[in-house]
């Protein structure tokens, strides 16, 4: 059985020494892992970051470190197209945005000043693309000589539409973690998502009810709600356990 997991939370550079990133330490994908591990029959591609908790070592479990999305997206289009995966699990935290220029507070208002003319005077979608094309990422250390450093971010692709597109057979688990909203609003944003990534199944979770040992969270379906954990460990074992019913009654 072969199985491909995602843990952590991917880093998006800014320069050579700085990064935006995300809060996930990856320790559920860390109890996915050992949970599965408990199948003999089991077989376990790990893609994380430097940074996040990782599984025991295991004969049975290839690592597979990434560190920003780009190349996150990269790893799992080489492993889909290498090997049929039973089920996929994508529990990494992935940035929404990565940068995409930056600027010290006199490049930005000169890089402005210097546009504003040719566009009349006002700012517009079409002078900002401007005003980046004339910016690249930066290289080495950006100076912390200024007051204000302008970055500006761009959207990642949503890496988990690919999973199906590239292994359509797979069983397909998805997350989705919101903040401070009733539990009808958390499955409606849930269940969108999986429609959307064509998951099987999303695990909703509220970071509200995340802290300490516990971290309560839902598992659905498109037909509603099937389970629900309370600790990292409960979720993991009820993910593992739902999965393996399915694919030995197929």
Same mark, same amino acid.
């Given at each position: ?29 860390? %109890? ?19 940074? %996040? ?28 197209? %290498? ?23 006199? %490049? ?31 290289? *080495? ?32 688990? *998805? ?41 309560? *969270? ?33």
């Amino acid at each position: 059985m072969n199985i491909l997991i995602t843990a952590g939370g991917t880093s998006e550079r800014i320069d050579d020494v700085r990064a935006i990133t995300n809060h996930s330490t990856g320790a559920l994908g860390q %109890a996915l892992a050992q949970a599965w591990l408990d199948d003999p029959t089991c077989q376990i591609d790990y893609v994380t970051t430097k940074t %996040a908790k990782r599984p025991q070592a295991d004969p049975r479990l290839t690592l597979h470190l990434i560190e920003g999305t780009t190349e996150l997206l990269n790893t799992l289009q080489q492993l889909l197209t %290498a090997k049929t995966y039973d089920a996929v699990i994508h529990s990494m935290a992935v940035s929404d945005f990565t940068p995409a220029a930056s600027f010290s507070e006199s %490049a930005f208002y000169q890089a402005l000043n210097q546009a504003l003319p040719h566009f009349g005077n006002q700012v517009t979608p079409a002078l900002i693309e401007q005003v980046l094309s004339a910016e690249k990422q930066a290289t *080495g250390k950006i100076s912390s000589d200024t007051n204000h450093l302008f970055v500006v971010l761009e959207k990642t692709p949503k890496v988990i539409q690919i999973i199906k597109q590239l292994q359509p057979d797979t069983l397909l688990v *998805g997350f989705k973690l919101l903040t401070n909203v009733s539990k009808e609003a958390l499955f409606a944003v849930a269940q969108a998502s999986l429609r959307k990534s064509q998951a099987d199944y999303v695990l909703a979770n509220d970071l509200q009810q995340i802290h300490g040992t516990q971290h309560i *969270g839902y598992l659905l379906n498109q037909a509603g709600e099937v389970a629900q954990g309370k600790t990292k460990a409960e979720l993991a074992a009820l993910i593992v356990t739902t999965l393996q019913h399915d694919l030995h009654s197929a």
